[in-house]
């Protein structure tokens, strides 16, 4: 029986069964291959997504704005201050506004102890499919175009090693949500995980409770470390990430001198060295280059972010498909 994902929300992966995403993967590398041809694939053709940003991007805006013009659509960009959500306009009208008018609603929303609130309640008043462009929790599509990059580069994914790693980047208090839609996604695929963190930079609890319960029913490993080279010992792929002590303290100040106590905690050439081989380097980007990682591993032969980066537009164009076609 064909998977019907048409009019689905996609605010975190745990919300979809890997039947559901496995059909994503497979899309996106249709249409990533059709790119490559030339040949149009005019899917969304009329279509229009609304694309709310709480936040500035760079990747985010530009792959779901090109995504939908190549689909055939029309992606509009939206920010709080130009709508009336700055003069107060709650969630439930705004989302029944959009219903009538387009096929889709897309909102980053990253403040913490709100993005994600914020979504689910436009997803509960609206009824065309609410997707995440991000939140205070969840990061789903990267986390998609992380999978996409990492089956392309080994095939099978079963029994690989992936170390999440925190890394040290000053000036900016940066979510959770990679990290924690990593550990929760890649154990459904067969990888075994391992999070390097401080003791300050643990992530939500819940987060890693489920992280844990998915591993055991794939039969993978789970761990949490606070050695960074852990994460890099035989491992196959790294993703070294800054976030912030958010389940610590919430004050900025605080937060910013926590991150400054590891500065030790970069990704080096001689911690490439520990894992395998063939061992590769992502980064969702921006990197902050010199303090999260060298120049020499990210634009070094072991550096995927670029194809990383390329990713995001085929699965979001994927998952537009599916939920908005």
């Keep these: 029986m064909a998977i019907d994902v048409k009019g689905k929300d996609f605010i975190t992966t745990q919300d979809w069964s890997v039947e559901e995403l ?7 590398a249709e249409l990533k291959q059709a790119k490559r041809e030339g040949r149009p694939t005019p899917l969304l053709a009329a279509k229009t997504l609304y694309m709310i940003f709480f936040d500035a991007s760079t990747r985010t805006r530009n792959s779901f704005e090109t995504g939908m013009t190549q689909l055939g659509g029309h992606g509009i960009f939206l920010s709080p201050d130009k709508m009336q959500i700055s003069h107060g306009e709650n969630a439930r009208d705004t989302a029944n506004v959009l219903s009538r008018y387009g096929e889709g609603i897309a909102i980053r929303h990253c403040a913490f102890r709100e993005g994600n609130d914020y979504l689910r ?17 969840y990061h789903p599509c990267q986390i998609l175009a992380d999978y996409l990059t990492i089956r392309e580069k080994f ?6 090693k992936i170390g999440v790693a925190w890394t040290s980047a000053p000036n900016y208090v940066r979510p959770l949500s990679v990290p924690q839609s990593l550990i929760l996604m890649m154990p459904r695929f067969g990888l075994d ?6 003791p300050e930079f643990r992530l939500m609890p819940e987060i ?23 994460a890099f010992e035989d491992a196959d792929v790294v993703v070294p990430k800054s976030w912030g002590p958010l389940m610590h303290t919430t004050d900025h100040a605080k937060g910013l001198a926590l991150i400054e106590k590891y500065p030790t905690w970069r990704c080096g050439k ?3 060295a520990l ?18 990682v060298t120049d020499e591993v990210i634009d070094g032969p072991q550096s995927v972010v670029y ?4 990713n995001r537009l085929h699965v979001q164009k994927a998952l537009m498909a599916l939920t908005m076609g």
């Design 22 to 28: 496995e059909r994503i993967f497979t899309l996106a």
């Design 307 to 310: 194809d990383e980066a390329e």
């Design 275 to 292: 894992g395998k081989k063939h061992l590769i380097y992502m980064h969702p980007l921006p990197a902050d280059r010199g303090r999260e």
């Design 155 to 160: 095939g099978e994914t079963k029994g690989l």
């Design 208 to 230: 890693e409770e489920q992280a844990a319960k998915n591993a055991a029913e794939a039969g993978v490993k789970f761990e949490i470390t606070n050695r960074f080279e852990d």
């Design 270 to 272: 001689e911690h490439m």
């Design 121 to 137: 309640e436009v997803a509960e008043h609206a009824s065309i499919p609410v997707l995440s462009m991000q939140d205070d929790v």
């Design 193 to 198: 995980v391992t999070l390097a963190v401080p």
